[in-house]
C-alpha cells in the first residue's frame, strides 16, 4: 500500500513539474487575405488579391512555433491545420513586395475559425 502511494505521488509530482510544457488550451483554424491596393479609374482604391504570397502565424507566447500557409489565386489564406489558442503574429512575404506584417492575430476560442478582419496589405518594390 505505501509503495502504490508513493508511486502515485511520484506520477503526480512528474505531472506536475511537466505541466508547463504541455499545453491544455484549445485548437482552432484561421484564415485572412492579403492584397494590393491600388487606385481605380475614378480615383476609388481597389484591393487586387496577391497570389502565392507566404503568410507566417508565429505564437507570441512560443516564438518556436510557427505556422506558413500560402495565398490562392484571390489572395486568401487557410490555415492546413489547427493552430493552438494563442496570440500570433502574422507576417506576408512575396517576391517583389515589402514584407507586411508583423500583425497582432488572436487566435482565442476553442474549435472555432478565426477570420482576420482585415486584409494585409502588400506594397510592390518601387
Not at 502515485?8 to 491544455?24: K, R
Not at 492584397?35 to 479609374?41: F, I, L, N, R, T
Not at 488572436?106 to 472555432?112: L, S
Amino acid at each position: 500500500m505505501k509503495r502504490a502511494l508513493l508511486g502515485a505521488a511520484i506520477v503526480l509530482m512528474c505531472t506536475c513539474l511537466t505541466g508547463c510544457t504541455l499545453y491544455f488550451g484549445g485548437w482552432a483554424t484561421a484564415s485572412g487575405r492579403v492584397v494590393e491596393c491600388a487606385e481605380g479609374s475614378e480615383g476609388q482604391v481597389i484591393q487586387i488579391p496577391v497570389c502565392g504570397a507566404i503568410v507566417t502565424l508565429t505564437s507570441a507566447s512560443n516564438p518556436d512555433y510557427s505556422l506558413n500557409c500560402d495565398t490562392d489565386e484571390n489572395g486568401y489564406w487557410f490555415t492546413p491545420v489547427k493552430v493552438k489558442c494563442d496570440m500570433y503574429k502574422v507576417t506576408a512575404k512575396m517576391d517583389g513586395y515589402a514584407d507586411a506584417g508583423p500583425i497582432d492575430f488572436p487566435i482565442a476560442k476553442r474549435g472555432a475559425h478565426c477570420i482576420m478582419e482585415r486584409p494585409i496589405v502588400m506594397q510592390k518594390h518601387k
